[in-house]
């Protein structure tokens, strides 16, 4: 069973804007991570965000996480065609020596 | 290499052969991971190993699966009587860290095994 789902399922945007996609988890969290797939290609891990913590950047990457309504979003700012992409979010329960659990993915599409 | 390594990129089989899937891991992670995706789906978890043991196998879907890694490194999946369901794109993924908790996963590009 999926852990994690993101929202929305497709995103289309204008090159310059912002990109927001969401994921909601039903069980506690050790940590959360977001990935990204470009089509055809394996996964590449974007940023890694622990249960106590509540905010945090990397360069255009801005990851958030609510453990009180077990929510998490990543915000991709002044998009590019380049980001044109899938995202995962993926967790991993407080119970420890779980494997990583990914959600479907929001396919985001950057227009230039 | 550098990264993680999977091979064959494609492969495409018939109804009831046996397939064999490789990786090769990270130099020096210990943990490594399978993963099966299919089409607009999120990757779902198979075995993990940690060394040469296979510490969670829960996700192999039935006993026509079967993954070994020997020598702690090299990664072999098995896949007997192939059936077109089991078509999909094979990930592997290694990491640093002892523990399935926490870290990054670095991933291969995939192995995409069609059953006709």
């Known amino acids: 069973s999926q852990q994690g789902e993101e929202d929305p399922q497709a995103l289309s945007i204008q090159e310059g804007e912002n990109a927001t996609m969401n994921c909601s988890y039903k069980?506690?969290?050790?940590?959360l991570q977001w990935y990204r797939q470009n089509s055809g290609r394996g996964l590449v891990h974007l940023i890694l965000?622990?249960?106590?913590?509540r905010e945090k950047h990397s360069g255009r990457l801005r990851v958030t996480l609510d453990t009180s309504k077990k929510s998490s979003s990543l915000l991709i700012t002044a998009s590019r065609a380049a980001d044109t992409a899938s995202y995962f979010c993926?967790?991993?329960?407080?119970?420890?020596?779980?494997?990583?659990?990914f959600g479907k993915g929001t396919r985001l599409s950057v227009i230039a | 290499g550098a990264g993680v390594s999977q091979t064959p990129s494609n492969k495409v089989t018939e109804k009831g052969k046996y397939v064999e899937l490789r990786c090769d891991p990270i130099?020096?992670?210990?943990?490594l991971y399978w993963y099966r995706q299919s089409l607009g789906q999120g990757p779902e978890f198979l075995i993990y190993?940690?060394?040469?043991?296979?510490?969670?196998d829960s996700g192999l879907p039935n006993d026509r699966f079967f993954a070994v890694r020997p020598e702690g490194s090299v990664s072999t999946l098995k896949i007997q009587r192939t059936e077109r369901g089991d078509s999909a794109v094979y990930l592997c993924?290694?990491?640093?860290?002892?523990?399935?908790?926490?870290?990054?996963?670095?991933f291969g590009e995939g192995s995409r095994l069609t059953v006709l």
């Open positions: 993924a290694s990491s640093l860290k002892g523990s399935m908790n926490t870290g990054e996963l670095f």
């Open positions: 069980t506690s969290i050790n940590n």
């Open positions: 965000i622990r249960s106590n913590e």
């Open positions: 993926a967790t991993d329960l407080i119970s420890g020596n779980t494997p990583l659990v």
């Open positions: 130099s020096g992670h210990t943990a």
């Open positions: 190993f940690q060394g040469t043991g296979a510490a969670d």
